[in-house]
């Protein structure tokens, strides 16, 4: 089975009612999706610093917490060792909602 990839979710358009049900983690689910992208088109591990400079706006402590509701849902995996979160498969099972047609 081949897993989606990051460049086939649409990200022009938010992402309303997903599992998380809260805009805020919605917006970082999409920045994730975007930052993926950039990984060469794969659903690999960043850090809060990677984060941080991939995002166009201006990123506050609360989108650090919106990563840690995440990894506590079990959307991401966070390596504690080196700050890093990947996204899981059922993170991209999520995000596969908003998959371009």
């Known amino acids: 089975m081949e897993i989606t990839k990051p460049s086939q979710i649409e990200t022009g ?5 997903s599992v998380w049900q ?4 919605e917006t970082v689910a999409m920045n994730i ?3 993926s992208k950039w990984h060469n ?9 990677q984060y941080k ?3 166009a706006h201006k990123v506050t402590d609360s989108e650090h917490t919106e990563l840690m509701t995440m990894v506590k849902s079990g959307h991401l ?4 060792e080196t700050d890093t ?4 498969i059922r993170f991209v099972g999520e995000v596969c909602k908003w998959k371009k047609e």
């Open 13 to 17: 358009k938010d992402f309303f009612n």
């Open 22 to 25: 809260h805009s805020e983690t």
């Open 33 to 35: 999706v975007i930052i």
């Open 41 to 49: 088109d794969e659903w690999e591990a960043f850090t809060w610093e």
């Open 53 to 55: 400079a991939r995002c």
């Open 77 to 80: 995996d966070h390596n504690k």
């Open 85 to 88: 979160f990947t996204p899981n």
